[in-house]
């Protein structure tokens, strides 16, 4: 059935949708005029929902997941759109997700599988609910991207719609005015830019006492990855990254982390996160330089004064780094206890280039070890940081494998540089702070420690 059929259709529903839960009795329930007394949907006489207590806004639960909000009194749903009190506490985290995916502006397909977990297998009134008032209702930014929005409220609909289930109103309304607003503000939109939210839940949040959420990236990013753009765009090795230094913290906190390839700057954000004394992150393109800039400005961490960079607690500099020119003199005043990397084994030209920087940043010198490295070596001794016990620096590289012989080019220029390179992958699991995020493939990506050979 087309969408235009369906609008405006919902108080002639003859059928009950096996999604939809019959509220048990209060004082006097009023059936609604258009259905019938065997469907057993009701509402209060005043309007109220008949699982709701007092008011229209309250809940069993204290939550406004379900119930109708002040955004939808005009036009409020005429049946009970909230789950059983059990279903509500154990549908919780798989909203949460749904949220999540779609603030990070995950694959649509993945945000739609997500919605079909949280309603029990289909997209259902209250999963549907929650989309506008906690995901699209909560989309705002400097750019709002409207053909994400319209392509996810477009695959709801007709999911919906293919499963005979109930379309509220408000999806179809929302749905217009998207089409709209694309339509006159299509100069808003930038062109191959898109705003991403990364967030990272906590591994061990209760879903009660604790904020589930312990880090919230905000990143533009690019979808353009056909004509030079790769630095802009966010790879699951960044992410891979992320995640092992949130795991991992004691190998970072109270050191000068120097960041190979930045691209978005990620990795700067969880690094700062963490406690890092000073973050360096470098690249060699200048348009990426500038978009990471402006990602860790609006992440507030990044400071333009040199002076005020020693002097503030947001330690991240943003520096132009090209592998091709770089020289031990360019690197002479640069503090660093550990070297970082994503995804930056991918072309084979630049892999000497890359190796001799490698080598640089891991030597030594008298000039450049600081008493950081030092002081902190000792409170690590777990397996990760025993890759470094020749008592050196050592770089923690993510990386996907995606050509074979690439990597080898890279491994045999490592071992001509007397590098060391250890795949500890299998030795080290990072926590999963991102289980929302259904098109990150960690099982993907290669963590690799490197080191100097003593």
């Known amino acids: 059935m087309q ?11 003859t059928s009950t949708p096996a999604a939809v839960w019959t509220a048990p009795a209060r004082a006097e329930p009023q059936l609604h005029p258009g259905l019938d007394a065997a469907e057993g949907k009701r509402v209060s006489a005043a309007g109220y929902c008949c699982c709701e207590s007092d008011s229209l806004f309250s809940h069993p639960h204290g939550r406004r997941l379900a119930c109708i909000t002040p955004r939808r009194l005009q036009k409020a749903p005429q049946i009970c759109l909230c ?4 279903a509500a506490a154990a549908d919780e985290q798989l909203l949460l997700h749904l949220k999540l995916a779609f603030l990070a502006l995950e694959p649509p397909a993945c945000v739609l599988t997500l919605a079909r977990k949280a309603g ?5 009134p209250h999963v549907q609910n929650f989309i506008l008032e906690n995901c699209i209702g909560t989309n705002v930014g ?60 906590s591994p061990t949040y209760d879903n009660v006492s604790s904020n589930p959420v312990s880090l919230v990236a905000r990143l533009l990013c690019s979808t353009n990855m056909l004509e030079g753009d790769t630095g802009c ?27 190979l390839g930045s691209g978005v700057g990620l990795v700067g954000v969880c690094l700062n996160y963490i406690g890092a ?55 002479w005043g640069c503090q660093r206890d550990v070297v970082l990397g994503a995804d930056i084994i991918y072309n084979p030209s630049c892999l000497p280039h890359l190796v001799r920087v490698l080598s640089m940043l891991l030597r030594e010198d ?3 070890c600081t008493s950081v490295n030092a002081a902190t070596n000792e409170e690590t001794s777990d397996e990760v940081s025993e890759k470094g016990a020749t008592g050196g620096r050592v ?40 289980p929302y995020m259904l098109s990150y493939d960690r099982s993907s990506v290669q963590l690799l420690a490197i080191t100097l050979l003593s």
Not at 3 to 13: A, F, K, T, Y
Not at 152 to 173: F, G, M, N, P, R
Not at 235 to 256: D, G, M
């Open 277 to 331: 004394s000073k973050v360096i992150l470098t690249d060699g393109d200048v348009s990426t330089l500038a978009n990471m800039k402006a990602n860790m400005e609006m992440n507030s961490l990044y400071i333009k004064d040199s002076q005020l960079v020693i002097e503030s607690k947001n330690k991240v500099e943003c520096k132009y780094l090209s592998w091709e020119e770089a020289s031990a003199k360019d690197l």
């Open 395 to 434: 770089a923690y590289i993510a990386t996907v494998i995606r050509n074979v012989d690439t990597f080898s080019c890279f491994a045999k220029a490592a071992a001509d540089a007397k590098l060391s390179i250890v795949n500890i992958t299998s030795t080290v699991t990072p926590s999963s702070f991102l």
């Open 233 to 259: 765009c966010l790879w699951p090795s960044s992410l891979f990254l992320s995640e092992f230094i949130l795991s991992f913290p004691e190998l970072f906190s109270k050191k000068c982390c120097f960041e």
């Open 83 to 86: 789950p059983p009190p059990m």
């Open 366 to 368: 008298d000039e450049q």
């Open 120 to 124: 029990g297998g289909s997209v259902t």
């Open 3 to 13: 969408m235009s059929s369906r609008l405006g259709s919902l108080g002639r529903q």
């Open 142 to 201: 400097k750019s709002p991207n409207y053909a994400y929005v319209e392509t996810i409220l477009k695959k709801v609909i007709a999911e919906a719609e293919l499963s005979s289930d109930i379309v509220i109103d408000e999806l179809y309304e929302e749905f217009g005015q998207c089409m709209l607003s694309k339509a006159n503000n299509s100069s808003l939109d930038m062109a191959n830019k898109i705003y991403k939210d990364i967030s990272f839940l």
